[in-house]
């Protein structure tokens, strides 16, 4: 990704156009980061090696831009109801959330979102799952409040990232779903307040960022790749299983916290069904976790010894498991920490 200097040019772009839309202090500048943004990463998704890419970059572009659209037309409908005082004002709020849930790929406006992944690479699936999500997000949380559409968009995100996930078998649409299940956990935490969805975010990111890095470096793209694979070293292949189990939020690890802190705050404000079903649904996404991982932890399991195996960066490879390690004992950890507080 980083071998020509036109890509470093657009990600540094990508960048600015996020934190245009982050800093603004009008619709109309939010707007106009997320725009630059859109602009931007479509040429970091052309990739020559893959031939879905263009495809990808095309529903990318299409979806957006008609979200953008959306958006633009209700921030004008906005202004217009701040200087005619036309009854407006819940209508401009519905179309601004809509598109802005579009942006970010949450339910029930999640059709573009595992199509597009399907056709990226490693690098920039992890772009399009972590950092694109954050403009849209900052700018819900502003206008947050007990709406329907929020609520409808928590509840369909969860149940589409957990039920949709069953039935792949390509690891990229199956880290699409759960990319919209967390969605759903980071809405609901918007309700508590502006840090805890931050947190859940980082949490998230730092979960995704260590999955992807492994799945580039082996070139996994699909389940079966991941039971005929051949890990040299068996620390790399458990480190990169328990990242899996960490991902979907079992209690041991790290992953575990922030969805801790999400279920305390929604039983404080006393939402207790949707907690229920927040909790309900990612114990779905926790089983096709656990189907991906029987490669590891059937210790009887037969690995092809005539693949090749693959040489390292030693340093990468110990920041890797550096990374791991806080990922899989970070919540002891915390715990030990949180008290010197």
Known sequence: ?????????????????????????????????????L???IPLMSDNNNLMSTEASLKYFLTQALASAVLLFSII????????????????????????????????????????MEGLSWNNALILMTWQKIAPLMLISYIVDNSMIILLSILLSVIIGSLGGLNQTSLRKL??????????????AMYASESLWLSYFFF???????????????KMY??????????KSKIMKFSLFLNLLSLGGLPPFLGFLPKWLVIQSLTIN???????????????????????????FMLNYYENNWIFSLQFNKNLMNIYLLFSFISTFGLFLVSLIYPLF
């Open 1 to 37: 990704m980083f071998n020509n200097s036109s890509k470093i040019m657009f990600l540094l772009i990508l960048m600015m156009g996020t934190m245009i839309t982050v800093s603004a202090n009008s619709w109309l500048g939010a707007w106009m980061g997320l725009e630059i943004n």
């Open 39 to 41: 602009l931007s990463f």
């Open 77 to 116: 409908l906005l202004y217009m109801d701040k200087k005619f005082s036309y009854n407006f004002s819940s209508l401009p709020q519905l179309m601004i959330l809509s598109s802005l849930l579009m942006k970010s790929g949450a339910a029930p406006f999640h059709f573009w979102f595992p199509n597009v």
């Open 175 to 188: 880290m699409a779903y759960s990319s919209i299940n967390h969605l759903g956990w980071m809405l609901s």
């Open 204 to 218: 998230y990111s730092f979960l995704s960022f260590n999955l992807i890095f492994m799945f580039n470096i082996f």
């Open 222 to 231: 699909h389940i079966n790749q991941m039971f005929s694979l051949f890990f």
């Open 270 to 296: 006393s939402q207790l069904l949707l907690m229920t079903l927040l909790t309900m649904m990612t114990l779905i996404t926790l089983f096709f976790y656990l189907r991906l991982c029987f490669a590891a």
